[in-house]
């Protein structure tokens, strides 16, 4: 569904589109790393931590590059 340019994103869209970003991040940035810290028993708690700082960090600046190729696209 192709829009004009310059049209502005219709509300049931965008509400539905914030859903869906907020639960990727939340998804991406609290839990991911938060199972990575208690449920990961093969390693160490500082390697478990580091690891999860590392994912935390590269998590965010993947979201943040998607979510810029996603507004460069005028899909957000």
Known sequence: MA???GA????P???VATAVIAAVGVGLLVI???LIVTRLVGL???WRVT???VWFFGMLVAFAW????L????LI
């Open 51 to 53: 690891l999860a700082t």
């Open 44 to 46: 160490g708690r500082d």
């Open 66 to 69: 998607l979510l810029r190729r």
């Open 8 to 11: 502005a994103l219709s509300w």
């Open 3 to 5: 829009r004009e340019p």
């Open 13 to 15: 869209r965008a509400v």
């Open 32 to 34: 991911v790393p938060n």
């Open 71 to 74: 507004q460069a696209r005028r």
